[in-house]
C-alpha cells in the first residue's frame, strides 16, 4: 500500500518541482521536464505533446518516481506556456481528480493546481536552474486514504507560495498542510496499535506548517517557522539560521547526486564528498521548541504503567539520572543547567526550548572538528542552553 500511496501523491508532487509568448515548443517543452525529473531520479514520459494556442497538452503521461509503481494520467494541460532561449514558464498546471483503489484501500484526491512553474532547457546555465525547476504557488485539495469504513489518512489541503525566481535575488517561501489526520486503529503492527491505544492517541489530527527566506546572493537561508501542531498532543516548532548555501554550493552539491546516481560516485566516497561540501556552510542560529498539550504527561504515565509506578516515581527517577548521563559531556556547567532546565519541565510540563546562539557565526567545519576533538566544547562553541517553561 505503500507503493500505491507514493506513486497517487508522486502525481501531485512531481509536477510541483522544479521571456516571452508562445507558440511554445511543445516536445521541447516534454523533453525538459523529463531530463530535470531524471535528476530526481523520476521517470517521465508522454505518448505525444501538442500546442494548443497558448498552452500545451502532454497525453498518456506515465509518472515513476524511482522504484515505485507508477501513476498514469491521461491528459496534462499546461496553461499560458512561455518560452525563451534557455527556459520555459507555465501559467498554470492543474491536476484532475482521482480515485485509486488496491488490495482493498482507497485514496481519493480532489485535485491541485500548480502556478508559475520554470522549466529550464538544456543550455541553461544558470547555477540554481539548471539542476531543478521552480515554482512558484500550488494549491492541493483534499486527500483520504479508506480502508472499508475507515478513513486510514486524510488531508485537508495544503498551499505553497514562493517569491517569483530572479537569479540573486531573496527568495521568500511559506508552506501550509491542514487538517492531517491519521487512524492508527487500522496500524497491521499490534505493538504499534496497542501503544497508541494506551497513549491515547489512536486518531490524530494537526497542521504543518512552514516559512523561510534564501538569499543565493550571499547563500543565507534562514526558517523562521517549521511547526508541526499535533492537537491535544503538542506543538514543535524549527528555526534555523544557515550561511554559505549559495547558488553555486546547491550546484555543486546536485552535480554530486547526479554522479551518484550516474555510478560514478560509490556511497562513501559520497559521504566524503558531502562533508567536504558542508564545510562551506556556517551556523548562524537555531531553536528547537516544545509546546506540550498532553503529550509528555501520557508518555511518564505510559512509563509508569509499564513499570508498574506512578508518574511521581518515573518523574523523580529521571531527574535523578539526569545529571549523571549529562556529566558525560564533560560540560558541567552546561550539565548542571540542562538537568535544572529539564528537570522543570518533567515537574510541570509547558514548554521545552533548546536554543542555539553562537556569538558568531560558526563554520560547520569547525563544528566538526569540536565534535571529534573537543566535544566538551561544542555547547559553547554554539552557545546552547536549554530552558523549560518560558
Same mark, same amino acid.
Given at each position: 500500500m505503500i507503493r500505491t500511496l507514493r506513486s497517487a501523491t508522486a502525481l501531485t508532487l512531481v509536477l510541483a518541482f522544479g521571456s516571452p509568448a508562445l507558440a511554445a515548443d511543445a516536445q521541447a517543452l516534454a523533453d525538459s521536464i523529463t531530463r530535470q525529473l531524471a535528476k530526481s531520479a523520476v521517470t517521465f514520459t508522454v505518448e505525444s505533446a501538442e500546442e494548443d494556442g497558448d498552452d500545451v497538452v502532454?497525453?498518456?503521461?506515465? #509518472?515513476?518516481?524511482?522504484?515505485?509503481?507508477?501513476?498514469?494520467?491521461?491528459?496534462?494541460?499546461?496553461?499560458?506556456?512561455?518560452?525563451?532561449?534557455?527556459?520555459? %514558464?507555465? *501559467?498554470?498546471?492543474?491536476?484532475?481528480?482521482?480515485?485509486?483503489?488496491?488490495? *482493498?484501500?482507497?485514496?481519493d484526491f480532489a485535485g491541485a493546481s500548480f502556478t508559475g512553474l520554470i522549466v529550464p532547457k538544456e543550455n541553461n546555465t544558470d547555477p540554481l536552474l539548471s539542476g531543478s525547476m521552480m515554482l512558484e504557488g500550488a494549491e492541493i485539495g483534499e486527500l483520504s486514504v479508506t480502508d472499508g469504513d475507515k478513513t486510514v489518512f486524510a488531508m485537508e489541503g495544503a498551499s505553497y507560495s514562493a517569491t517569483p525566481y530572479e537569479p540573486g535575488a531573496v527568495m521568500d517561501t511559506s508552506l501550509e498542510i491542514n487538517g492531517l489526520q491519521a487512524d492508527f486503529s487500522t496500524v497491521e503492527d499490534p505493538k504499534v496499535r496497542g501503544t497508541m491505544a494506551a497513549l491515547g492517541y489512536e486518531q490524530l489530527a494537526g497542521d504543518v506548517s512552514l516559512k523561510g527566506s534564501w538569499n543565493p546572493a550571499d547563500g543565507r537561508m534562514q526558517i523562521t517557522e517549521y511547526k508541526l501542531d499535533v492537537d491535544d498532543a503538542a506543538a514543535i516548532n524549527l528555526t534555523l539560521d544557515i550561511g554559505g548555501m549559495t547558488s553555486q554550493? #546547491?550546484? $555543486? =552539491?546536485?552535480? /554530486?547526486? =547526479?554522479? $551518484? %546516481?550516474?555510478?560514478? #560516485?560509490?556511497?562513501?566516497?559520497? *559521504?566524503?564528498?558531502?562533508?567536504? /561540501?558542508? $564545510? $562551506?556552510?556556517?551556523?548562524?542560529?537555531?531553536? /528547537? %521548541?516544545?509546546?506540550?498539550?498532553?503529550?509528555?504527561?501520557?508518555?511518564?504515565?505510559?512509563a509508569a504503567a509499564q513499570q508498574g509506578a506512578k508518574r511521581e516515581d518515573v518523574v523523580n527517577m529521571a531527574k535523578g539520572m539526569m545529571p549523571m548521563f549529562l556529566m558525560r559531556l564533560q560540560n558541567p556547567d552546561f550539565a548542571t543547567k540542562t538537568a535544572n532546565a529539564a528537570g522543570a519541565y518533567l515537574d510541570d510540563p509547558q514548554s521545552l526550548t533548546v536554543t542555539v546562539a553562537p556569538a558568531n557565526p560558526v563554520p560547520f567545519a569547525q563544528i566538526m572538528g569540536a565534535a571529534m576533538s573537543?566535544?566538551?566544547?561544542?555547547?559553547?562553541? /554554539?552557545?546552547? =542552553?536549554?530552558?523549560?517553561?518560558?
Open positions: 502532454l497525453k498518456g503521461v506515465t #509518472i515513476k518516481p524511482g522504484d515505485n509503481n507508477p501513476a498514469e494520467i491521461a491528459e496534462i494541460r499546461l496553461k499560458d506556456v512561455e518560452e525563451s532561449d534557455d527556459r520555459f %514558464r507555465v *501559467g498554470e498546471i492543474e491536476a484532475p481528480e482521482m480515485t485509486v483503489a488496491k488490495e *482493498g484501500k482507497t485514496l554550493f #546547491i550546484q $555543486q =552539491a546536485n552535480e /554530486l547526486v =547526479a554522479k $551518484q %546516481r550516474a555510478g560514478e #560516485i560509490k556511497e562513501e566516497a559520497m *559521504g566524503f564528498a558531502m562533508l567536504g /561540501l558542508m $564545510q $562551506q556552510l556556517s551556523l548562524n542560529g537555531a531553536q /528547537l %521548541r516544545l509546546d506540550d498539550a498532553s503529550l509528555t504527561g501520557k508518555l511518564l504515565d505510559f573537543a566535544p566538551n566544547t561544542i555547547p559553547d562553541v /554554539l552557545g546552547v =542552553a536549554v530552558t523549560a517553561n518560558d
